[in-house]
């Protein structure tokens, strides 16, 4: 026999991760008779949808489902095309659709209503578009995560499946109007809507999950400013010591204000066409306090919280840390030319990129130029939720690796999304395909050869034994 090289055939599922900054559309594929194992299903394309996310479309009809039209006809250029009625799409929207949803639930209906009717305008399969909820966002970002480092189950080198029995990473993702931390744990989950039980390939996986609305990074910075307005009395011109001391920036109020997180910071009145100016002072000390005061430490209703008077067991094992937590931890690296990997480091890096002005920021990092000033405010941010929030310490933050990919997919929600809806992960441990080895190939092949001979020499055995019993009883006669 020869061996032959055949092309597997794949398949593809798109997935529309409609955040709060902007949309993304994934294309998956996998090979079609091979779709069970681990890290079989890899990223195949990636299209960024232009402007912001669909919930800032809201009140203009038409915009958020035009919004994907780009990305969607890319979409049916590069799927060949007699598999688009086979290839399912998804819309998964995330906190920006949530905060909408708040504020008015009439407008993300619409939304979500047009942007599946423009995705139906296609040819492919399908199959809803919906608001993910944090923990759903939670646990599906942790099934990416390990999915992708193949901490479910493996193909061994053996020839066979096998259960790899590593533990699993935990997921710290950091969008822009939430983050959320899941991670498998063993002590008890005191809140039962901190608690998600997942079976794949057979093992029963118990996770502690939390998505904290408005602790994304845009929201989270938007919150901070208004507290740094209400504490200064809402002046037309406020110090921020979380800016560079060379930058001053003007914005809307309306802009600030508008958002559900921070209305507790609205005063009672205001115009919303006003705007303010915001020079900044860049000192870590009050920026630390200010952005340390945003958070509520100080009340827990259960044994231990992480704050805001939410339970978290102690963080434990290694996580993934992605999105913007890779986005701040990888500029902190460039512009410092040190990896923090310990608190200490992170807070030292911080520091430093605090005490820099904008010109010397810009000198090291100018591709960066629109998003330079937040930055030494969303270290103060991601140092304060990771330490004092989530409680890494010097045992348990070296542990931690910022990636935003890997091998080549994007980490996030959207995989895990897709190999869940799509019932491309088993509950069950996957079957054994019962392959012979070829030792057992070859005895058996024996045995059969031997069989046929033993039987072949009784049947001549028995023919010659008869004539000569013939040609005896003619001689008598
Ligand atoms: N390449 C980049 N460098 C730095 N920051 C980035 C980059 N890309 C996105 N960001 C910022 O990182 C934050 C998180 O982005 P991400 O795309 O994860 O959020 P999202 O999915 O839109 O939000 P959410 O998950 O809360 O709905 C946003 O504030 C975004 O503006
Ligand atoms: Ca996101």
Redesign the pocket.
């Known amino acids: 026999t020869e061996n032959v090289q055949e092309e597997p055939e794949l398949r593809y599922g798109i997935v529309l991760?409609?955040?709060?900054?902007?949309?993304?559309l994934y294309i998956y594929k996998w090979p079609a008779n091979k779709q069970n194992g681990t890290a079989v299903v890899t990223q195949h394309s990636k299209c960024h949808a232009e402007g912001e996310?669909i919930a800032s479309y809201a009140g203009q009809p038409g915009a958020a489902g035009q919004s994907l039209e780009a990305c969607l006809d890319h979409a049916v250029k590069i799927i060949p095309k007699d598999k688009h009625q086979l290839t399912p799409v998804y819309l998964g929207?995330?906190?920006?659709?949530?905060l909408l949803h708040l504020s008015s639930p009439e407008l993300s209906t619409q939304i979500l209503k047009e942007v599946g009717q423009k995705i139906q305008s296609y040819p492919f399969d399908y199959r809803g578009a919906a608001i993910l909820s944090g923990k759903e966002?939670g646990a599906y970002g942790w099934v990416t995560v390990n999915y992708l480092s193949e901490n479910f189950i493996k193909y061994g080198f053996e020839g066979h499946w096998f259960s790899p029995s590593r533990p699993t990473v935990g997921a710290l993702?950091?969008?822009?109007?939430?983050?959320?931390i899941t991670f498998a744990t063993q002590e008890k989950i005191e809140n039962k809507d901190n608690l998600m039980k997942l079976r794949l390939y057979g093992h029963e996986y118990t996770l502690y999950t939390h998505s904290f609305l408005c602790y994304?990074?845009?929201?989270f910075?938007m919150t901070l400013l208004a507290h740094i307005m209400k504490s200064q009395g809402y002046p037309q011109s406020v110090t921020h010591p979380c800016y560079p001391a060379d930058h001053s920036r003007t914005v809307k109020l309306s802009s600030i204000l508008d958002s559900p997180c921070t209305v507790k910071y609205k005063p009672s009145s205001y115009d919303p066409h006003a705007s303010v100016t915001v020079h900044g002072s860049g000192h870590y000390e009050y920026c630390l306090g200010n952005v340390s005061e945003v958070f509520s430490f100080n009340s827990c209703p259960f044994s231990q919280c992480s704050f805001d008077k939410v339970f978290q067991p102690n963080v434990t094992g290694g996580f993934m840390a992605?999105?913007?937590f890779f986005?701040?931890h990888?500029?902190l690296q460039q512009v410092t030319g040190i990896t923090a990997s310990s608190p200490s480091e992170l807070q030292d890096v911080t520091k430093k990129v605090c005490s820099m002005s904008f010109t010397q920021m810009m000198l090291l990092a100018p591709e960066?130029k629109s998003?330079l000033h937040y930055y030494c405010a969303?270290s103060v941010f991601l140092n304060t939720l990771m330490l004092r929030g989530y409680g890494f310490n010097d045992t348990t933050f070296p542990h931690i690796s910022f990636q935003k990919k890997v091998a080549d997919t994007m980490v996030?929600?959207a995989l895990g999304y897709m190999l869940s809806l799509s019932n491309l992960l088993p509950g069950e441990q996957l079957e054994l395909r019962k392959a012979l080895t070829p030792g057992v190939w070859g005895s058996l092949i024996f045995l059969f050869v031997m069989l046929l001979a033993a039987v072949l020499s009784f049947c001549l055995f028995r023919v010659y034994n008869g004539q000569n019993k013939k040609r005896g009883s003619e001689s008598t006669i």
């Open positions: 991760d409609a955040g709060s900054s902007h949309t993304s996310g929207a995330t906190a920006g659709m949530r966002e993702d950091l969008g822009g109007a939430s983050t959320q994304g990074k845009d929201q910075l992605f999105s913007a986005y701040v990888s500029f960066q998003r969303a996030g929600w």
